[in-house]
C-alpha cells in the first residue's frame, strides 16, 4: 500500500480490486484482524452443520439435494450478515462481519461475501492481515465481538 504525506496516508496503492471495496481509515486496513483461522473454521463449522440441518429438513422435496447445504448457507450468510453482522456460527464463535470503517455490511456486501464464501476457494486465501479474498472483494472483515 502506497502512502502519501499530503492526503494523511489515506491514499491507495493499485493494489487492485484485492485490497477491497472501499478505502480505510488510515492504518485499519493493514491491521490483522485479530481472529484466528481455527476460530473462523469453528464458526463456518456450526454455519454449515445447521445449514445441512435446514437443508434436510425443509429442501427435501426439491430435488436440490446435493446443493441445499450450499444454498441454505448462503441464504443465512446473506440474511444475518446483511442484517446482525453475523450469522449462528460467528455468534457462537464470538465473532462478527464489520465493513473496513466498523459498520454492519448491509446486504450487498453481504451476498458478495456470501457467494464467494460458497466457493470454498476464496475463505481460504488469506492476505497478510489476515481477511480471506471474500471478506477484500466485499471490503469486509471478521473481528471478534
Do not use: K, Y
Not at 429442501?59 to 450469522?87: D, I, K, R, Y
Amino acid at each position: 500500500m502506497q502512502r502519501n504525506d499530503e492526503d494523511g496516508g489515506r491514499s491507495r496503492g493499485a493494489g487492485g480490486w484485492l485490497e477491497g471495496a472501499t478505502a480505510a481509515p488510515s492504518g485499519l486496513e493493514a491491521a490483522p484482524t485479530g481472529v484466528s483461522l481455527l476460530r473462523r473454521a469453528v464458526g463456518l463449522a456450526i454455519d454449515w452443520a445447521f445449514a445441512s440441518l435446514f437443508a434436510n429438513a425443509f429442501l427435501q422435496g426439491w430435488h436440490v439435494s446435493p446443493f441445499g447445504p450450499v444454498l441454505m448457507l448462503l441464504t443465512f450468510n446473506v440474511m444475518l450478515v446483511g442484517t446482525a453482522g453475523f450469522t449462528a456460527g460467528h455468534w457462537l464463535a464470538g465473532l462478527t462481519v464489520r465493513t473496513l470503517d466498523g459498520q454492519p455490511p448491509g446486504p450487498v456486501r453481504a451476498l458478495v461475501r456470501g457467494v464467494l464464501l460458497c466457493l470454498a476457494v476464496p475463505p481460504l486465501i488469506t492476505g497478510a492481515d489476515g481477511r480471506g479474498l471474500h471478506d477484500r472483494a466485499a471490503g469486509t472483515r471478521v473481528v471478534r465481538r
